[in-house]
């Protein structure tokens, strides 16, 4: 298989078990070459820490995306995750313009809310500009309550078949090509993730923990991007990362001081024997 080289762009939480900490391990591991532009650097992540540190990386991301086309550096994939700011948004779609190999997949993780809220330190325009990212992309994945803001439906906790389907169409008829939906759950004890294309719908349902860990949407998306990369289907590559998050939580759940991440690092093998099993 070729070997590829793909950029993912997020920010780095030092400390907290996300956004680049989590996508870097997962898809080197895939046996990706990953490079990075880090959109933010964070001395925690948002979701449960006080007085993190933020410095805003904006201004720095034109610079390094210029530095790469001088140096004719491009890219096999795009992943975007955890962005800075909203004015990041137009500079993310022109590095897919001018870095990214022709008919190679621009993914995109809104990563901007979950649980029926937007994370701390989003303005209301976020929604407005990631949506433009998002509908521009090839393949999304969205939790069910960014899939909400980024159609501007009501966000419900506990979604029926009709109203899944009705936000999934909406996604469609936004300009969305491909959806990964996160967290699709119509039942207390399973949770799941439907893939929406033109080819059809797939849904994979497993296991839910009572106990969330922080974190884990950014897991579910790297160990897509690196299933897909590492040659898997679309489909294959979502029910993929779906037992390896869960595989992740199984080993956080018995910790209970572990409340910020998942464990993710011991369960890696998994991950990779998933991948190389069905080659
Ligand atoms: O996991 C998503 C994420 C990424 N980066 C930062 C965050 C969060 C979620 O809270 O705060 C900085």
């Not at 925690?44 to 820490?49: A, V």
């Not at 893939?195 to 719908?201: I, N």
Request: glycine residues 10%.
């Amino acid at each position: 298989m070729k070997f590829k080289r793909i950029l993912t762009v997020q920010d780095i939480s030092c400390v907290g078990q996300c956004s680049l900490t989590v996508a870097l391990p997962i898809l080197s591991a895939c046996g990706l070459e990953t490079a990075v532009l880090p959109s933010a650097v964070l001395s925690t992540h948002t979701g449960g820490f006080k007085g993190y540190t933020f410095r805003d990386l904006t201004d720095d991301m034109p610079a390094i995306a210029a530095h790469w086309k001088k140096e004719g550096i491009d890219f096999d994939c795009l992943y975007t995750g955890y962005l800075g700011s909203a004015k990041q948004v137009g500079i993310v779609s022109d590095i897919a313009s001018s870095l990214l190999k022709k008919g190679c997949p621009f993914i995109v993780d809104p990563a901007f809310a979950d649980n029926g809220a937007m994370y701390p330190g989003f303005g209301p325009d976020f929604a407005g500009a990631m949506r433009k990212l998002a509908f521009s992309a090839d393949i999304i994945l969205p939790n069910i309550t960014e899939a909400c803001l980024l159609t501007g439906t009501e966000y419900r906790a506990e979604p029926d078949e009709a109203w899944v389907d009705s936000l999934v169409r909406k996604l469609h008829a936004e300009g969305a090509r491909t959806v990964v939906l996160t967290g699709v759950s119509y039942s207390p004890r399973t949770t799941g993730v439907l893939v929406s294309s033109e080819e059809g719908r797939y849904y994979y349902r497993h296991v839910r923990y009572k106990r969330g860990c922080h974190g884990t949407g950014d897991i579910y998306s790297s160990a897509f991007v690196g299933a897909l990369e590492a040659g898997r289907s679309v489909n294959d590559a979502a029910r993929i990362a779906a037992d390896f998050t869960v595989s992740c939580i199984r080993a956080t759940a018995s910790d209970r001081d572990h409340w910020y991440g998942a464990r993710f690092e011991p369960v890696l093998g998994e991950l990779i024997g998933a991948i190389r099993a069905e080659n």
